[in-house]
């Protein structure tokens, strides 16, 4: 008998569907029921392609006995965090002010007024590691609730007055200057893994928001020590298991400070910002190796994650069946030393194994080890490594294929579209840049209503009922800008300017200029959720300083500039502290002091070679957060064309920055002279 989550369109919670508990979506309905019953309610947060989600779900939620405990004691609702990353942060943050650690699945018990008063994460069938085992959770949060009612309901007023308390106190609305980045930078270098790249110990994220930050940071000040951390990392990391030798892309996380075995799901967020910090990357350097990363990267996503309506899912599973029809994490990935001889034929293996790092001790378990690309002292023949890929992908396609989140998340859709169209335009590769046009499309025909308010999701071509929150405006605003630079199309443009209009009105504090995560007429929670520190992608709020400040530059629209100025504040403040957690507010900063330099290029026609010349300049321009426009003589479809001639007939580009304009040029190089230092 199916519960009430087989309407949903979240995969995750259909993945619930058939559960034995009598699971409620977030509703008022399901706070009504617990206020009717006495009871109180049991909120489970996780996501579809989460590992310790899934085992919760079979030792405990398909359990009969188990569901029925909670069924009578408890109201029971399910929540896909990535649907609800408003409910998700507010209650998150109560587990990691009182646990000191957070993470998914999530596991909190309320009032019926929702407020919490007992959290943890994942609890094992029976007790193990000094954890108490679910049952037991559930009969010590029953037991609490019947004789301790009074001392329940002090616990969570006090966790509630606390949250309130939380607010967020800058004290600055100036942006960032030199100092504070110099500081950032000093803090970064102190945090750095010199050995194997990246930042901290184990477990290792991609930290692509930082990464950014560096190679901006190297462009306007030409710091050796930023772009070296920056190359480094990005070189460890592609050579590591975190990366899919054979089919590209990145998974989340690795769980050793080596970049070696990962934590096997692949994110749409973490591989459209990567694809980007790598095509950047060749940008500043011209390495080979990023190159080939960024379109292996970009070509996994539009293989891979792209839905049949043009969107791009939100996740592959790390689980996937082994062949004996057991669900095991990294299944579809690993490789034992026999299956390559199978596979490849003695001698092939060999090779594979001494190429890919694959050795009897394994990397993984059982066995079996993740591929990655050691440092080679000698020479392989690269069409010989060529087919060896070829037929051991062939091979692994042949595999159970891990799920996929087919659901489509406006925020991480918008990081895609503007990895897709600079991707697609820095390597001549149309096909890309048409694949983020398709994105585009999708989100202004299903995901935009006549008001231009934005859906945070939708599956198969059906928008989901959850309002957008900052991320979703600010994402989605920085993918239609970039699309905007590399296609001359004055539409995107204009649809940015509807949703960074909604972001002044609705989730701007108009006094401090701080920024809330979800909009003043959004579901009031037990708090209004706040968050200027990235997690796995930028925060919405220093997303949303990027793009304010991108589309002031294309359009000289004061109060966005104004806007982004003051969000900054808050980077002025964590910047030097924490540079790890901000490294997108880092980046923008980066942006702001270097003007940012907004590039026109005009000539006769788009397809003229000279206009497709300064026009490709334009784009592989260094400077941090540069804006171009591209259009013919005359045109009004971007403003940065108004009054711009042609000089001598020829195609010209004009660069300007801070209200002051250097001389017309028609000559590429004097433009990249201009864009690179």
Not at 306 to 328: C, I, K, P, Q, Y
Request: with cysteine; charged share 25%; proline share 6%.
């Amino acid at each position: 008998m199916p519960n009430r989550l087989a309407n949903e369109t979240s995969p995750y919670l259909l993945q619930h569907a058939d559960n034995p508990v009598d699971w409620w979506p977030w509703s008022e309905a399901a706070f009504e029921e617990a206020r009717q019953r006495g009871v109180p309610v049991h909120l489970s947060v996780g996501y579809s392609s989460c590992h310790w989600c899934h085992v919760l779900a079979r030792e405990s939620f398909e359990d009969e006995a188990v569901a029925s405990y909670m069924n009578a004691h408890f109201v029971n609702i399910k929540v896909d965090r990535e649907e609800r990353p408003d409910v998700d942060a507010v209650y998150m943050e109560a587990v990691q002010a009182a646990t000191g650690q957070g993470g998914w699945p999530m596991t909190v018990f309320l009032t019926p007024d929702a407020e919490p008063f007992y959290f943890g994460t994942y609890f094992p069938p029976a007790p193990r590691h000094g954890m108490p085992s679910f049952r037991q959770v559930l009969e010590g949060v029953r037991s609490a609730w019947s004789d301790k009612r009074d001392e329940v309901a002090e616990v969570a007023g006090k966790i509630v007055r606390d949250l309130a308390g939380r607010e967020i106190s800058y004290g600055d609305t100036q942006a960032p200057g030199e100092e504070e980045l110099a500081k950032a930078l000093l803090g970064l270098t102190r945090e750095y893994d010199p050995q194997r790249g990246g930042f901290g110990g184990a477990p290792k994220f991609p930290p692509s928001m930082v990464i950014e930050f560096l190679l901006r940071h190297h462009a306007r000040t030409g710091s050796e020590g930023a772009l070296q951390m920056a190359q480094d990392t990005c070189e460890r990391m592609a050579r590591g298991g975190i990366y899919d030798q054979l089919a590209g892309g990145f998974a989340r996380y690795s769980v050793d400070r080596d970049w070696t075995i990962p934590h096997f799901e692949k994110m749409l967020y973490d591989n459209a910002l990567l694809c980007r910090v790598y095509a950047h990357l060749w940008r500043a350097t011209g390495s080979e190796l990023a190159r080939r990363v960024a379109l292996e990267t970009a070509d996994f996503m539009v293989r891979e994650l792209r839905t049949a309506e043009g969107g791009f899912a939100s996740a592959l599973d790390a689980d996937s069946d082994d062949g004996s029809g057991r669900h095991v994490e990294g299944a579809h990935y690993v490789w034992t030393p026999e299956q390559l001889t199978e596979v490849l034929g003695a001698q092939d293996a060999e090779l594979a194994a001494q190429y890919f790092g694959v050795t009897e001790e394994e990397t993984f378990e059982e066995g079996a080890s993740v591929l990655q690309l050691p440092q080679h002292e000698g020479v392989f023949d690269a069409g010989h490594i060529e087919s060896v890929k070829a037929r051991l992908l062939e091979a692994r396609a042949q595999r159970p294929a891990p799920g996929r989140d087919d659901k489509v998340v406006a925020a991480w859709n918008g990081l895609a579209i503007a990895a897709l169209a600079e991707t697609g335009a820095y390597f001549d590769r149309p096909d890309l840049v048409d694949a983020a046009v398709g994105a585009a499309d999708l989100l202004v025909r299903l995901h935009l209503d006549e008001q231009a308010r934005l859906s945070r999701t939708s599956k198969d071509g059906h928008a989901g009922a959850n309002a957008g929150v900052l991320e979703d405006y600010a994402d989605v605003a920085e993918g239609f800008l970039a699309l905007a630079s590399v296609t001359g199309e004055g539409v995107w443009l204009e649809f940015a300017g509807f949703l960074l209009d909604h972001v002044l009105a609705r989730f701007v504090d108009e006094e401090s200029g701080a920024l809330f995560d979800t909009a003043s007429d959004a579901e009031r929670l037990i708090r209004r959720p706040q968050d200027p520190t990235d997690n796995a992608a930028p925060s919405g709020w220093t997303a949303a300083a990027g793009a304010l400040l991108g589309y002031a530059a294309q359009t000289g629209a004061e109060p966005h500039r104004a806007a982004a100025g003051k969000a900054l504040g808050v980077v002025k403040a964590l910047g030097p502290r924490v540079p790890r957690f901000i490294g997108w507010g880092l980046a923008v900063a980066e942006a702001l002091l270097d003007g940012p330099r907004e590039v026109a290029v005009v000539g006769p026609a788009l397809d003229d070679p000279g206009t497709k010349a300064l026009h490709r300049t334009a784009l592989l321009g260094t400077a941090p957060g540069a804006v171009v426009a591209v259009g013919v003589t005359g045109s009004d479809e971007l403003p940065l064309l108004a009054d711009r001639p042609l000089v001598g007939g020829e195609p010209t580009a004009y660069v300007c920055r801070n209200f002051t304009c250097d001389a017309p040029t028609t000559d590429p190089d004097r433009l990249r002279a201009a864009l690179n230092g």
